[in-house]
């Protein structure tokens, strides 16, 4: 049996969008600090990630687009072309130092794993999940698309059914140009109504092989429950992938800046185990997520998971020391942050009633057949 791998890089550790972007915090360093601190990543199990070159991001994205970025990078400067063009150098996707080198190196890592899984198993990629970039364009803070890299390196390494699942509070608007109508690639995403980019409404099947669930604000962990036992799981179970890709995105949780649902990180766990062993091969994936506690406390046990380990009720000092030397400069929830973020994985439950709009919304996806 093959144990699960973890792809990571220390790239990751300084590298920040700016000082007021919602990507100044570490998150990928502090998944692997918090795994380490745990004893749960030997070097067995760990991989460094190799940056994606030009040509294999060119398998979906423009030559001219990836050439800008490089060029970029490399002044630190862009012209109103870039801007028009790609969208680069704007508010939401500005010029910091690794602009190319931080998103291929995440891209690397996604196409790695579609490498790695030919033969099957698990693999963890948390840095990649960047599902909004566009094959010539900048897109929600998302420079290039590695899910959708990930997935053409499975396919190119001989794997045809894929079952693409995102629980990432943002509709991941990239992917669905990627493999729109794909007949071969199921695509499930559960988003948070009429939040950016403002896509993904219940009646748009991207050509036939999407089904799309825009949720209310305050969604619970009952109402995920619903949505992951009649939706999402028996949707996936009728298919039959060889793969599936889960972007875990930890915008969702209750306590994410930059969204408005109420959940709690038990919700996208259980997500996660309903979905474990439903096909032979598995990639999880990072994705959206802006506070840096619940973004670690998370990631981490997503690791746990694919692994079959449980966190401990009190964490360890060194894992302590870990989530306690985070900050969250600018945010008012880093200014007096709870004692459980810092002892603790695991959140308390955040159940409630399964609204109608929510139970009305999977009944009409379950009466939609693929294309």
Not at 263 to 290: E, H, I, K, T
């Amino acid at each position: 049996m093959q144990i699960p791998k973890f792809i990571g890089h220390e790239i990751f550790r300084h590298s920040t969008y700016g000082r007021w972007h919602p990507l100044r915090v570490p998150r990928v360093s502090t998944v692997m600090d918090l795994s380490r601190a745990l004893g749960w990543l030997p070097p067995t199990q760990f991989i460094t990630s190799p940056r994606a070159k030009p040509a294999a991001l060119q398998h979906w994205h423009s030559p001219r687009y990836i050439a800008a970025l490089q060029r970029i990078e490399a002044s630190q400067s862009v012209t109103r072309q870039d801007r028009d063009l790609h969208d680069i150098g704007s508010v939401t996707n500005p010029v910091f130092p690794e602009i190319f080198r931080r998103p291929a190196t995440a891209a690397g890592g996604s196409i790695l794993a579609g490498e790695l899984l030919q033969e099957g198993g698990v693999i963890y990629n948390p840095a990649g999940g960047t599902h909004h970039g566009m094959p010539d364009r900048a897109n929600g803070f998302c420079y290039l698309n590695d899910p959708v890299l990930a997935m053409l390196s499975l396919r190119h390494h001989g794997v045809r059914r894929i079952a693409y699942v995102d629980i990432d509070a943002h509709h991941p608007d990239g992917v669905e140009v990627g493999f729109g109508g794909d007949p071969d690639c199921l695509m499930i995403s559960v988003h948070e109504a009429r939040l950016w980019p403002r896509t993904g409404n219940i009646e748009n099947d991207a050509g036939g092989n999407a089904y799309n669930l825009p949720v209310p604000r305050g969604l619970n962990d009952s109402e995920m429950t619903c949505i992951r036992d009649e939706l999402i799981l028996p949707k996936v179970a009728a298919f039959r992938p060889d793969a599936i890709v889960l972007l875990c995105g930890a915008d969702g949780l209750e306590e994410d800046p930059l969204s408005h649902m109420a959940l709690s990180n038990n919700a996208q766990l259980d997500v996660l185990r309903g979905l474990m062993g439903m096909a032979p091969r598995l990639l999880v994936l990072g994705g959206g997520g802006y506070n840096p506690w619940s973004v670690g406390r998370l990631w981490a046990q997503v690791w746990g998971v694919l692994n079959g380990w449980d966190g401990p009720e009190v964490l360890p000092d060194a894992a302590q020391t870990v989530l306690r030397s985070l900050r969250f400069d600018g945010n008012r929830r880093g200014k007096n942050p709870p004692e459980h973020w810092f002892t603790t994985l695991r959140d308390a439950a955040r159940e409630g009633d399964v609204r109608d709009e929510v139970k009305d919304a999977v009944r009409a996806l379950l009466r939609r057949k693929m294309r």
